[in-house]
């Protein structure tokens, strides 16, 4: 089983539609979670972390339930700009340790 | 910008070459971090750099070495290329501090081709 697991994806949506990022992980020792944006041919960048008590940042909310050990993005109103990869990303921190990515889920946003 | 940078962006090398990749860390960060991006998968990590020692090793073999100098700026090298070496390789900085976990800034990366 992968650490981090997500939509395979792709989504294919329209301009102001709601979209909905689903992921799993596999080490109860995980301690932060993050998602990331990755544009074509271009370097991931931290999005959000995502905590326990659920977290909003305009458009964009993330969930976090650790007994379930399963992490969410939802994107309200959908933009041609949120086109991209989302990455969902843990990391067991114990003193630094390295981010685990997921395989990432493409959106493509249609006017 | 993150103040990452990397060199070079891209790379073309064939099969049982040898390769380095440079990466320059965010000023005022201690630790380097590298990752490989195959085509259509997230990142896999490396290693990692602090103080200039290796601070933890991914799953990759012993071919993939690296450095870190004294301002902490990092390489990565790569010996007797394969074709599944083409990829995406990252570099991420980050700041090692006691207690808390800190972000890490990736570069733009270094896209290298193995034919």
């Known amino acids: 089983r992968k650490e981090v697991e997500q939509d395979p994806g792709p989504f294919n949506v329209p301009e102001g539609a709601t979209v909905a990022f689903n992921c799993t992980y596999s080490n109860s020792a995980s301690q932060s979670f993050f998602w990331y944006r990755q544009d074509c041919r271009k370097e991931p960048k931290l999005l959000m972390s995502?905590?326990?008590s659920g977290n909003e940042d305009g458009r964009f909310t993330a969930q976090l339930n650790r007994a379930s050990q399963y992490i969410s993005l939802l994107i309200r109103d959908s933009k041609l700009s949120d086109s991209a990869t989302y990455l969902c990303v843990v990391n067991a921190y114990s003193g630094n340790t390295p981010l685990v990515f997921g395989k990432g889920t493409r959106l493509s946003v249609i006017a | 910008e993150t103040g990452v940078t990397q060199s070079p962006t891209h790379l073309i090398k064939t099969r049982g070459q040898q390769v380095t990749l440079r990466c320059s860390s965010q000023?005022?960060?201690?630790?380097v971090s590298w990752y490989q991006q195959a085509l259509g998968q997230g990142p896999q990590f490396i290693f990692q750099?602090?103080?200039?020692?290796?601070?933890g090793r991914g799953n990759f073999p012993p071919r993939f070495s690296g450095l870190q100098f004294p301002n902490y700026s990092s390489e990565l090298n790569v010996n007797a290329l394969e074709l599944d070496d083409s990829a995406l390789y990252l570099c991420a900085s980050s700041l090692t501090g006691r207690g808390t976990y800190n972000e890490q800034f990736f570069g733009p990366g270094t896209r290298l081709t193995v034919l």
């Open positions: 750099y602090y103080r200039e020692e290796e601070n």
């Open positions: 000023s005022g960060h201690n630790t």
């Open positions: 995502v905590y326990s």
